[in-house]
């Protein structure tokens, strides 16, 4: 499902899942000091380190809240 760029209220009603490639479950996003923001996968215990567009590395979708 696609964000429309020219209403923002479309972007109000979605959420961004990212999964964990391994195990398929939703990855948390975790801020951790020092280092930045990180997704982390409860059940392997793997983090993976965030930076602009990287969802885009691992499954993921856009859900209706």
């Known amino acids: 499902m696609a964000v429309s760029k020219n209403n923002p209220a479309a972007r109000d009603n979605q959420r961004l899942v990212v999964r964990c490639p391994k195990s398929g479950e939703e990855m948390r996003m975790v801020?951790?000091?020092p280092g930045g923001m990180f997704y982390v996968c409860?059940?392997?215990g793997?983090?993976?380190p965030i930076r602009k567009g990287s969802y885009k590395d691992f499954p993921h979708e856009w859900v209706r809240k």
């Open 46 to 48: 793997e983090a993976y």
């Open 31 to 33: 801020k951790r000091v």
């Open 42 to 44: 409860d059940k392997t």
